[in-house]
């Protein structure tokens, strides 16, 4: 079984930056790739940004050049990061971790990140 815990939410003027931190445990093995996905409010779950498990990343048009994701993988852990700065409002959204294996996407339980004055 594979546990995804998101971390780092909250409320942040436009502007500002937040981290999101998100911790993989348990059995995982055959990893193709990771990332964060969000959803606003109404409207459908896409892809924010990703990088294989030979550290190529990918961001989607809107957060490239804002967003930096990272990937730690210190001794018996596995950890991805998504520093996001110069919020705009349009990022508010639910940011969910998820993990991709040769045979089935994890997922976390999604943090609330919203950008408002």
């Known amino acids: 079984q594979v546990e995804l815990v998101e971390s780092g939410g909250g409320l942040v003027q436009p502007g500002g930056s937040l981290r999101l931190s998100c911790a993989a445990s348990?059995?995982?093995?055959?990893?193709?790739?990771m990332g964060w996905y969000r959803q606003g409010p109404g409207t459908q779950r896409d892809l924010v940004a990703s990088?294989?498990?030979?550290?190529?990343?990918?961001?989607a048009s809107s957060v490239k050049g804002r967003f930096t994701l990272s990937r730690d993988t210190a001794a018996n852990t596995l950890a991805l990061n998504l520093q996001m700065n110069n919020l705009k409002p349009e990022d508010t959204a639910v940011y969910y971790c998820?993990?991709?294996?040769?045979?089935?996407?994890?997922w976390g339980q999604g943090t609330q990140v919203t950008v408002s004055s």
């Open positions: 990088i294989t498990w030979g550290g190529a990343t990918d961001y």
């Open positions: 348990g059995k995982i093995a055959s990893i193709n790739n």
């Open positions: 998820y993990l991709a294996t040769v045979l089935r996407h994890y």
